[in-house]
């Protein structure tokens, strides 16, 4: 008899999650569905609502990411404003803004692996739940938690000093930015936060190069794992610099194919709706972006660290550009297509904002006053970077009363809801195929898949309620034969 098998809530990923997987009569996998099934509102609350409100307002669709939507809005008024499309800003504004951003990057990488994905790695997908978790790396790897914990508090910091809090701050405005960095905090980053010289710009970066270290030790030993687990081949899509290099807060669209041969050619951010459509289906609230040209089928794609990696032509900094050369080695040059891999070039982004943040806290101008920048008013703004989880969209028009009209937002996680659904899907043929009862490393493998891709759920369709994930077995004829739920 045919089953249906219901993970929900999904564990360790941020916001709400629940996977259905079926089998045949035969107890193999036919299908399997990661389902976002809340509903997110924010589209549609902020219209009527004035447009300066919109980089504050945006941002409470996370805890966190809410620095991404805070900025992607802010990049949306600068142009509403007539401040320029992200080019065109102060150096001082320009410079804070970055230096929160490459805050925001580095805590949440580091908040990613560390607390969330390396508990599968230090003890193995099939090890004791009760010793698989952050509480079991403190215990065993105390050294290693504690770097942890100084490292995303190093990022939090940076963000409260740029933004004015460590969540939902105020810092980007329309046109600019509303402060500068003083003296005393660019001090206090570079040497040591309260003389502490475990929170200094240095042992952030000795600290990065010590965790992918640590991850490239584990890849030696467990490669067949990280090289064959939900690995399969996609588009990847980006933004780059125009000279193709790594930029996180502003750029132009690349896409390429999955050998690399580029499918969107450096498209200017403001016609991403010439590049990018969505597709709704009917078993989830988050949709299915895919490229234009291409259509739903062939058009999916991967975004976030490992698309980044695959599409960029290098990494503008040295310590994380000789990690990036060793990544692309590792393919022979060819897009690295490995699920699992997302952690390797997660852990060289989080090397890169190491070096980027001491780099802006050595430049003098981030101590000028210039803050604000405008221009013609006109009334439309689209705004994009690179979030910590992929590309993000956003995009608005107002009135002539200044009221916002239309917000269409592109999460990042959205653009990797097809690939997520894709690894669930590999993860399951490989672990359920045959099995017509659920075990706890089972439904784990499936969350390991989805971790990889580090997604913010509540980001894409703003969950309210608890986080839960829950698996379902249903057989053929679609009764349920086996359910289990964690995180109730």
Known sequence: MAQKITIEPVTRVEGHGKVTIHLDDNHQVTESRLHIVEFR????FVCGRPFW???????????????????????????LVGAGDGNGLTPVAEKMRRLMHYGQIFQSHVLHFFHLASPDLLFGMDADPERRNVIGVILEHPELAKQAVLMRKYGQE???????????????IPGGINKNLSLEDR????????GNPDLSADKMIEWSEAALALLLDYHSSHTEFLDGFAAFSSNHLSLVRPDGALDLYHGIIRAVDPEGKRIVNDVDSRDYLDVVEEEVRSWSYMKFPYIKELGPKEGWYRVGPLARLNVCDFIPSPKAQAAFEQFRAYTKGKPNHMSMHYHWARLIETLHAAEMMKELLLDPDLQGTDLVIKGERCGEGIGLLEAPRGTLFHHYQVNEQDLITMCNLIVSTTNN?????????????????????ITEPMMNAVEVAIRAYDPCLSCATHAMGQMPLEVTLYDAAGAVVDQQRKGM
Do not use: W, Y
């Open 417 to 437: 809801n097809e690939p997520m659904n894709r690894a669930v899907n590999s993860a399951a043929v490989a672990q359920m195929t045959g099995k017509a009862e």
């Open 53 to 79: 409100e919109a980089p504050v307002l945006v941002q409470r669709l996370c805890g966190i990411c809410p620095v991404s939507h805070h900025l992607a809005a802010a990049k949306a008024m600068d142009m």
């Open 41 to 44: 509102g924010f589209e549609r």
């Open 158 to 172: 940076i963000i409260a000093a740029t933004a004015g809090k460590k969540i939902h701050g105020t810092g980007a």
């Open 187 to 194: 001090d206090a980053f570079l040497n040591g936060i309260n």
